[in-house]
Each structure stands twice: as C-alpha cells, then as structure tokens.
C-alpha cells in the first residue's frame, strides 16, 4: 500500500521560509516521478516542482530560484524548501508520486498517488 504523509506547513510572513517533508512508503517503481503540487481556494491545482527518477529536478515559474526540491537518496522522504515566499503561496500543498506516460509532468493527472496536502499560509 502505497503511503504519502506530508509534514512541515503552517504559518509565515512574507519573506519567510519553509521546508516541506513528505514521508513515502510502499511505492517501489523506479521509474516514478515525485512532485510537489499545490492548490489554492477556488483555484486549479498546479504544479510546483518535480523531480524524476535520474534525479533532474523541475520548477514552475512560480517558484523558481527560491524553491527546492529534494530526496533522501533511499527515495524515503521527500522534501521541498520554500524561501522567500510571498501570500501568493498559500495554499495547501501536495506530494505526489507517479509514473509520466508520455504526458506533462505538471498534469496533476498523471499522479497516481497523493498525499493529504499540508496548508501552508503566507501572512503580508
């Protein structure tokens, strides 16, 4: 069974940081992709920042330069450092993890398996 806890969220003022953890169990593809995606009231859940199985890491304009995305190397735990961020961040925030067929690694569609988002709020 395959298990996505995420960890990390809360509250920050703008320029703040935050680091984002998500626990992965039981999902043993070696071809997965791991994503962080997040989703605003009233808005589409997009995309954040991706990092496939060779390990090449991918970022939406929205937080590049101040977003990072990482892994344990046993591919446990999954991380995304927020810097810098502005109330145009808060959200709540997903780990996801799946196998891309041929389609854009931003399609939340293409995820086969989600966590239970963590709420991250940016304050002015």
């Known amino acids: 069974q395959v298990q996505l806890v995420e960890s990390g969220g809360g509250s920050v003022q703008a320029g703040g940081s935050l680091r984002l953890s998500c626990a992965a169990s039981?999902?043993?593809?070696?071809?997965?992709?791991l994503g962080w995606f997040r989703q605003a009231p009233g808005k589409e859940r997009e995309g954040v920042a991706v990092?496939?199985?060779?390990?090449?890491?991918s970022y939406a304009d929205s937080g590049k330069g101040r977003f990072t995305i990482s892994q344990e190397p046993d591919g446990s735990t999954l991380y995304l450092q927020m810097n810098s961020l502005q109330p145009e961040g808060t959200a709540m925030y997903y780990c996801?993890?799946?196998?891309?067929?041929?389609?854009?690694?931003?399609?939340?569609?293409?995820?086969?398996?989600w966590g239970q988002g963590d709420q991250v709020t940016v304050s002015s």
């Open positions: 990092i496939d199985s060779d390990g090449r890491t």
């Open positions: 039981g999902y043993t593809d070696s071809r997965r992709c």
């Open positions: 996801a993890a799946g196998r891309i067929y041929g389609g854009s690694i931003w399609d939340h569609r293409q995820y086969s398996y």
